[in-house]
């Protein structure tokens, strides 16, 4: 029984020629170039009527400046789509249940709309992994240092691996080269022997989704092949396609579902990290006009008021008695840098500092009319006191009842509103740059996953199968906020149904994508580490 559930099917083996070199039609360019016009005009228009709506006058060197930093992280959104989509339209393409140029615009419509529909929740959880006092700081000359550093070495990274073919993670790269910066600023602000730089909890977290994902997808994707083999009954599904021939109505229809499910749920995850990373960038540079939501109307402060005086009497139960304000800060810094939060004084801290921010919020009737002096150092109490009660929250010896957990979710929740936001324009400007990046370069990878993996042509089985599990994986990680690699999920499902379909693997290609796999953590590290220790010599001197 064992053998005929995994033996290939015998009919004849297919070529895997695939028709990937077909010009596009000149309107396509010509609509291509209209896009990227009218993106950029949108994001420049939007951005000066924000600061003009605040009063905020941008010199024309930031406003030049701040250009830069979006093109870059606009560029590693684009990269990220020809990079990491690819691996959505291959299987569609290599069935023949799509033509390729028509695949990646399809591909390409869905990863925007899946940015333009996605929650948001990851978009900050890069931001987390950051060192507190770089964010607190992201418009000093350390903080640009840090966001050119970190978006420039996981371009570099993913050209990299693109040129040679290696369906290597955007995320993965991402995360290394937050993970670099974070180390590198550790070394040279406290020694080698801390480890404040990076939220290890965080970190560890993400990481583990990170290394669990190829593994996921594998044994995911072999056992939904048999299943589909066992409920679907089709002989035809676990055939590969004879020439150029598409495959029956309801197998394409099939493989054409599951390559829109992943270019979205792609979109929805990857395109907001780009988000949270724009969002730094535009703190920086204009923090009147986007350090704080300001679009939350005046009906929340006194919600606000309440919940964080709510919180206060939390932890002024626990607490050391009053911490005086002018020390609060420095004892939050300090503690949420180091992670060392279970302990009176800092529970003290966080109390004087939550009922400051609800006499402050409340005294301007809302976040709308908060003066441009007062917007850095309300953002960042903000920030300290989120991230203290996060971590507060979570801590075991605290031992919190039900109800004071409660009250300390709810107040964290409404400085997230306060803090943690995307304008429209940003999600636009991301989903723009990842669609369009998703019809431009793709061929390289497409090749890899489609021909270099699996010893044989992709059946219409193992494209499902791998599909499938990939949009279900990355769609459940976007609902509980996390990074995951599009990447690691789809090649290592493409590998686990090609062994489930008893076809073998490519050992030459499995060790190349063992080694990216590998190499791309630490190698990221380096190069976002030695980039901000370089462009940190810069702004010593000057430079910018």
């Known amino acids: 029984m064992a053998s005929t559930v995994f033996a290939p099917p015998e009919s004849s083996q297919p ?5 990937l070199n077909r010009p596009a039609h000149p309107i396509a360019r010509w609509v291509f170039a209209a896009l990227v016009v009218a993106g950029f005009a949108y994001a420049g228009v939007s951005v000066f009527l924000d600061t003009q709506q605040v009063g905020e006058q941008l010199a024309t060197g930031v406003f030049l400046f701040l250009g830069l930093a979006l093109l870059i992280a606009l560029g590693f959104e684009f990269v990220n789509g020809f ?9 569609v393409i290599y069935t023949n249940s799509m033509p390729a140029n028509l695949a990646v615009m399809w591909s390409g419509f869905f990863n925007f709309l899946g940015v333009m529909l996605s929650s948001g929740a990851v978009a900050y959880s890069i931001v987390t992994l950051l060192p507190v006092d770089l964010v607190l700081n992201v418009g000093s ?29 955007s ?61 679907a009954r089709n002989p035809t599904l676990m055939q590969a396609p004879e ?43 204009a923090p009147t006009a986007y350090a704080l939501n300001r679009t939350l109307p005046a009906s929340a402060t006194p919600a606000f008021y309440a919940s964080a005086t709510a919180a206060a009497q939390v932890l002024e139960r626990r607490g050391a008695g009053d911490v005086p ?59 300290l006191v989120l991230d203290a009660t996060r971590m507060i929250a979570k801590d075991p010896a605290a031992r919190f009842g039900e109800a004071e957990v409660e009250r300390l979710d709810d107040y964290r929740a409404r400085l997230e509103a306060g803090t943690r936001y995307i304008p429209l324009w940003v999600k636009v400007a991301v989903a723009l740059a990842l669609g369009l990046g998703t019809m431009i370069g793709w061929k390289r990878i497409v090749v890899t996953v489609g021909e270099k993996i699996g010893k044989q042509h992709m059946t219409y ?62 190698v990221a590290m380096l190069l976002s580490g030695t980039l901000y220790w370089l462009l940190l010599q810069l702004v010593e001197r000057g430079a910018f």
């Open 15 to 19: 070529s895997r020629a695939v028709e």
């Open 83 to 91: 990079h990491d989509t690819a691996n959505a339209v291959a299987t």
């Open 141 to 169: 000359g350390a903080g640009f240092a840090m966001i050119f550093a970190l978006l420039l070495a996981a371009v570099m990274w993913n050209l990299a691996t693109w040129y040679v073919g290696l369906p290597n993670s």
């Open 171 to 231: 995320s993965h790269t991402l995360i290394g080269s937050v993970l670099g910066v974070g180390l590198a600023n550790q070394l040279l602000n406290r020694g080698a022997g801390g480890t404040a730089g990076v939220d290890w909890s965080q970190a560890t977290k993400v990481l583990t989704g990170l290394w669990m994902a190829p593994l996921i997808g594998f044994g995911a994707a072999m056992l939904m092949l048999v299943v589909l083999r066992a409920v």
């Open 243 to 285: 020439g150029d021939a598409p495959p029956p109505r309801g197998i394409r229809a099939l493989l054409v579902f599951t390559c829109t499910a992943v270019s979205f749920s792609h979109g929805s995850n990857d395109g907001q990290k780009g988000m949270g990373l724009i969002m730094l960038i535009l703190i920086g540079c």
């Open 325 to 383: 304000l002018e020390r609060a800060r420095p004892v939050l810094t300090d503690a949420v840098a180091r992670r060392a939060v279970t302990n009176a004084q800092v529970y003290g801290a966080t109390t004087t500092l939550s009922r400051d921010l609800a006499r402050r919020v409340a005294s301007y009737g809302s976040l709308d009319r908060v003066p441009a002096s007062a917007t850095p150092n309300l953002r960042n109490d903000m920030y």
């Open 461 to 522: 089985g193992m494209g499902a199968s791998a599909e499938l599990v990939a949009a279900g994986t990355i769609l459940a990680a976007d609902r509980f906020g996390l990074p995951v690699s599009t990447t690691h999920i789809l090649s290592s499902g493409v590998a686990g149904a090609s062994v489930a379909s008893g076809m073998g693997l490519q050992r030459r290609t499995l060790i190349q994508l063992a080694a990216a796999w590998l190499m791309t953590l630490p």
